[in-house]
């Protein structure tokens, strides 16, 4: 099993930043690759970043590229570093992973098949 906690939203105007962080717990031995994903009011949830294990290649949707950056320290913390945000990124943001679906995956397919999330954290941003 695996826990992940989302840390690091809230409110902020247009043109600010936000970094939010994804603390895993799994059992030691596992390493995943791992996702954020954001619902809007009234949307889907959909794909938002991705960063893989094994050499740190990047994924990002086409309207957050450029301002968001997803990095990550260790096998179990990820970060996503949301810079010139918009009303637009209002949303809240989930952290995904999965030992069996890549971070290319992820882009490519959205998150239907990945088995951990999340409760998710609210981002606001106010014009």
């Known amino acids: 099993q695996v826990q992940l906690v989302e840390s690091g939203g809230g409110l902020v105007q247009a043109g600010g930043s936000l970094r939010l962080s994804c603390a895993a717990s799994a059992r030691t031995g596992n390493i995943y690759d791992m996702g954020w994903f954001r619902q809007g009011p009234g949307q889907e949830r959909v794909f938002v970043a991705a960063?893989?294990?094994?050499?740190?290649?990047t994924y990002y949707a086409d309207s957050v590229k450029g301002r968001f950056t997803i990095s990550r320290t260790n096998a179990n913390t990820v970060y996503l570093q949301m810079n010139d945000l918009k009303p637009e990124d209002t949303a809240v943001y989930y952290c995904?992973?999965?030992?069996?679906?890549?971070?290319?995956?992820?882009?490519?397919?959205?998150?239907?098949?990945?088995?951990?999330w999340g409760k998710g954290t609210l981002v606001t941003v106010s014009s």
């Open positions: 960063i893989s294990w094994s050499r740190g290649v």
């Open positions: 995904a992973a999965d030992r069996f679906v890549s971070a290319q995956a992820m882009a490519a397919m959205g998150g239907e098949a990945i088995t951990y």
